[in-house]
């Protein structure tokens, strides 16, 4: 079993920055691949960026650019930084983390992107 916790929502200008971080404990598998989803109001969940334990990465077309995932300093971490914020990546985003034989998700932190 894999618990994941999400951290770093908040409130944001339009323009601004934010980074959220993604951490894994209990059983962790050695290979993984983490992802980041977001659900805006109304709106479908949608992929944002994954990144594997091989390091390959890959962002939606509306990250590219703006989004980096990385893996923090703290084992089992995952961050995603976000820069020059609009009022459209206003989400519930959520962390997924996927093994060979299961895949769990966070609770999601808020990200609220409003002057």
């Known amino acids: 079993q894999v618990t994941l916790e999400e951290s770093g929502g908040g409130l944001v200008q339009p323009g601004g920055s934010l980074r959220v971080s993604c951490t894994a404990s209990?059983?962790?598998?050695?290979?993984?691949?983490r992802a980041w989803y977001r659900q805006a109001p109304g709106k479908q969940r949608e992929f944002v960026a994954s990144i594997s334990t091989g390091n390959s990465i890959t962002y939606a077309d509306f990250a590219k650019g703006r989004f980096t995932i990385s893996r923090g300093n703290v084992k089992n971490r995952v961050d995603l930084q976000m820069t020059n914020l609009k009022p459209d990546d206003t989400a519930v985003y959520s962390c997924?983390?996927?093994?060979?034989?299961?895949?769990?998700w966070g609770q999601g932190t808020l990200v609220t992107v409003s002057s």
């Open positions: 997924r983390h996927s093994e060979s034989r299961a895949q769990f």
């Open positions: 209990g059983n962790v598998d050695s290979t993984y691949v």
